[in-house]
């Protein structure tokens, strides 16, 4: 697919290059067609339908989350991407141009363009995490999975993705691991993190400081009856 761009002409690769988008895959790891499974189909029918007539082409994030969990659950190692002949079925199906499906895709970290990790481990590092010590965070992690941002493990087990605020800042610093935030992390915390999950048991989710959500660590400091009655002390 070639990008018209003022007065040159680009590869969609050299596109991504050119924009320093996230990482694409290359040629040879492009599957050449794609489809939906007999299950996605029926609930890409549910999805458009949501929308107003005319507006088919708000479903392009939906149906770009589900081809990524699709993968996921068909790849036999790793987790879930996005191929590039998934965005072309997609634009087809949403009668839309193929840039339309690229340029969404491109812009959202949440959507893998290539093939990544079975966890994929996504590290926030703007200001507020990087305040409260993300740098530490990301420094364990590549130094437990012997790789460096960017990089997927050789097993495909794991992916390091460096992402910008996940919106959890109260909760600083922060990491997403596929679909779940881990929060309040120290670098003995990721470390514990990681050798978890290289045993497949994935920790359970939220602060991992012992505070219930991004209350007070000590407990409620106002509308403490509320909280009672709403049982989260
Ligand atoms: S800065 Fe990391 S979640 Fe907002």
Not at 102 to 120: C, S
Not at 165 to 194: H, K, R, W
Request: with cysteine.
């Amino acid at each position: 697919m070639d990008i018209l761009k003022g007065s040159i002409v680009l590869t969609l690769e050299s596109y991504y290059d050119f924009a320093m988008k996230p990482i694409i895959a290359p040629e040879k790891d492009q599957p050449k067609s794609f489809s939906f499974s007999k299950k996605h189909k029926k609930l890409i029918k549910e999805i458009i339908a949501r929308y107003p007539e005319g507006k088919q082409k708000s479903a392009i994030m939906p149906l770009l989350d589900l081809v990524q969990r699709q993968m996921s659950e068909t790849t036999k190692k790793g987790g879930g991407w996005i191929p590039r002949a998934a965005m072309d079925e997609i634009a087809n199906r949403l009668d839309v141009s193929p840039m339309k499906v690229y340029e969404v895709a491109t812009f959202y970290t949440m959507y893998n363009l290539r093939p990544v990790g079975k966890y994929n481990i996504q590290c926030c590092t703007t200001t507020p995490c990087w305040l409260r010590g993300s740098a530490d965070i990301v420094k364990a992690a590549e130094k437990e999975l012997g790789i460096k941002m960017g990089q997927t493990s050789d097993d495909m087990q794991f992916t390091l993705t460096e992402v910008e605020c996940m919106g959890a800042c109260v909760n600083a610093p922060m990491i997403q691991i596929n679909d779940d935030y881990f929060e309040d992390l120290t670098p003995e915390v990721m470390q514990s993190l990681i050798s978890n999950m290289k045993k497949n048991k994935l920790p359970e989710k939220g602060p991992q400081n012992g505070r219930c959500n991004s209350m007070n660590i000590e407990g409620p400091t106002s509308l403490e009856a509320e909280a009672k009655k709403a049982k989260v002390v």
